[in-house]
């Protein structure tokens, strides 16, 4: 096969919110980029791959301070809990960062005062809820009151639970500050809006060419076409962010700084190499630029981020990939039923993460669809497909090499060679298209065959045939099978990395690339077997769904500390509703000038994966 000409990649994952620990749900993005990326180094094309933690916003300022610990502290210790877990399941970010980092304040402010020079930046006066107790502007979702069009009470400020009515906070009845629970003034403020409709156009011309899915682009034409409004881009003090330069008491909001935060992780992890950031971001970048998100944040990487990189000059990201949400023996993660299910808590049961990585990747295709960890299923599939299918070949087999030929494969395969080379470019496309079930079907199909031939030829009975002819051919089906091993080991490489770096120890061979798909090891010794994979039992799982209902424990009866402020779904909050703002079930609106607008508002920083948006 032809070598693809080399390309310079650059990826980044949507940045975890640094509020609590990661959660399975958040893994599924991980996993599919890491996949991707292991991928496209596999095919010697040139990767960097970075994320950070999103360390910004009302909801952090106020954990920090329920936690009785500065911000700064307190989101170290969740940066640390971060970096730990995705090393655990193998997700290898050349740089992981945070927002609030040098880097990331310098290049925001170098990036607003490129939109302001432009022209994209407007200042207006907008009246805003004000806790004279609290001594700070409130977002929606820190209050509360009695539904304006059925009259349930407690419900949030921009809609409701009950008849799912959307309505201003201002139209609340008897509103409350969730915070001091006093009802909320209404102040004006100055705020500084992004005149997104002005790169409408730019937007739109983007979106026709990127590497998006049909069904995200098709979500995000249709808020183009009901007309982009500007976008409030500042906060009021007291607020955990970037001070607006010359702006005194303004931030910059969360979602502003966030998505900067993928080149403040890139100058990091290029040392602080202007010119090489420039060959990245410039206008004029070879490379290519694709994010990785979950589908609640489509607006802001759709939308906001290619109009804020052209109003400054800078290039426009080549595609993003889009993931849906995780569900859990099909319903929404639950703590109650123990199926909120921690990073950590899986880990610590003792499971292995490349049964996760595989079971997800079973599962993910390039579309925007929920996908669920049946937790029997799970068990199932990771006995059948990885322990009975893909490592027993090399369990059948190996024993014979070892025992009878010294370890040393033989020179041909005689009849049992593949009758022509692997055809990979299937495979490739699958990768490359984010097909992942796609190419674990074939990977299996591969196995399914191979042991059908074993279990044919039985190598286990022509082993007692001590004649030159049986001899040859025990030794050739051993060969051959144990390269159908070593080519599903390259197709899994990019899953499995730690199981195929084990693989690899065994077949004695370099480390496996795509190129060597058609270069069978002959007349090359291997080493030992020992056992790549064992069984997942039910116990195990059913370990780490009882943890996860203590998990919920501590934090049901005491006020949150930094440990039970979970992710930043805003059903992983706990405790008290103040802590707790939820996005409400409809999708920010990208199209709202108004600060009552969910995407305009901090607490949608606290932005929930598990509930369904009526929409993408
Ligand atoms: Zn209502």
Redesign the pocket.
């Known amino acids: 096969m032809t070598a693809p000409a080399r390309r310079k990649l650059f990826v980044t994952n949507a940045l975890p919110y640094a509020n609590g620990p990661l959660h399975l749900g958040h893994l599924v993005g991980y996993i599919q980029a890491d996949v991707w990326v292991r991928f496209q180094r596999m095919q010697g094309h040139e990767v960097t791959y970075v994320c950070a933690d999103d360390a910004h916003g009302t909801p952090i300022m106020l954990a920090a301070e329920k936690a009785g610990v500065a911000p700064e502290t307190f989101i170290a210790g969740i940066k640390t809990g971060h970096e730990q877990d995705f090393a655990a399941f193998h997700i290898a970010f050349d740089h992981y960062h945070s927002t609030h980092s040098e880097e990331n304040r310098v290049l925001s402010e170098r990036i607003y005062a490129a939109l302001e020079k432009g022209g994209y930046i407007a200042t207006r006066e907008i009246e805003q809820a004000y806790d004279p107790v609290k001594g700070m502007f409130l977002p929606d979702r820190y209050i509360k009151g009695i539904?304006?069009?059925?009259?349930?009470p407690d419900?949030y400020g921009d809609n409701?639970?009950?008849?799912?009515?959307t309505y201003s906070a201002r139209e609340l009845k008897e509103p409350f500050s969730v915070l001091s629970g006093v009802a909320p003034e209404w102040r004006p403020s100055e705020h500084y809006f992004f005149t997104l409709s002005k790169l409408q156009a730019a937007v739109e011309s983007w979106l026709a060419r990127a590497e998006v899915h049909s069904s995200v682009k098709a979500k995000l034409n249709e808020w183009i076409e009901a007309g982009l409004k500007d976008w409030d881009i500042s906060r009021d003090a007291p607020y955990f962010g970037f001070e607006i330069p010359g702006k005194p008491g303004k931030y910059f909001y969360v979602w502003l700084d966030a998505p900067i935060g993928y080149f403040a992780s890139l100058l990091a992890h290029l040392g602080g190499d202007q010119a090489g950031l420039e060959a990245i971001i410039g206008a004029d970048s070879t490379a290519e630029m694709w994010h990785f998100i979950g589908k609640d944040i489509v607006n802001f990487h759709g939308l906001f981020w290619p109009a804020m990189l052209r109003g400054s000059g800078l290039r426009k990201p080549t595609g993003i990939s889009v993931n849906g949400y995780l569900t859990v023996d099909g319903a929404k993660m639950s703590k109650s039923r123990g199926t909120f299910i921690k990073a950590r808590t899986y880990l610590d049961v003792g499971l292995n993460p490349e049964y996760l990585r595989y079971y997800f990747a079973a599962k993910l295709g390039p579309g925007v669809v929920d996908i669920d960890l049946n937790l029997e299923d799970f068990v199932a599939r990771v006995n059948s497909d990885l322990v009975g299918k893909y490592v027993n070949i090399a369990s059948r087999c190996a024993g014979f090499i070892t025992k009878l030929f010294g370890g040393r494969l033989a020179d041909s395969m005689g009849t049992f060679a593949p009758p022509s080379d692997w055809q990979t470019q299937g495979w490739t496309n699958n990768y490359e298209e984010r097909e992942f079930g796609a190419v674990i079907r074939d990977a299996m199909m591969l196995a399914d065959r191979e042991n059908e031939r074993l279990q044919r030829v039985a190598p286990w009975k022509l082993a007692n045939d001590d004649s030159p002819e049986a001899r040859t051919k025990l030794h050739q089906i051993c060969t051959a099978a144990l390269d159908t091993f070593r080519v599903i080991s390259i197709l899994l490489k990019p899953i499995l990395p730690n199981t195929v770096a084990e693989a690899e120890k065994f077949l004695n061979c370099a480390p496996l690339t795509w190129a060597c798909i058609n270069q069978p090891l002959l007349g090359h010794t291997i080493n030992d077997y020992q056992p790549l994979l064992t069984r997942v039992d039910r116990p195990t799982v059913q370990k780490m769904v009882e943890a996860s209902k203590e998990d919920l424990a501590p934090s049901a009866k005491s006020a949150p500390s930094s440990n039970s402020a979970p992710a930043k779904g805003g059903e992983a909050k706990t405790a008290t509703a103040a802590d707790a703002p939820r996005l409400p079930p409809h999708p920010p609106s990208p199209s709202t000038t108004s600060p009552r607008s969910n995407c305009a508002s901090p607490a949608s920083k606290t932005r929930n994966p598990w509930k369904a948006p009526t929409s993408c």
């Open positions: 539904c304006p069009n059925c009259g349930t419900q409701c639970e009950n008849c799912s009515a």
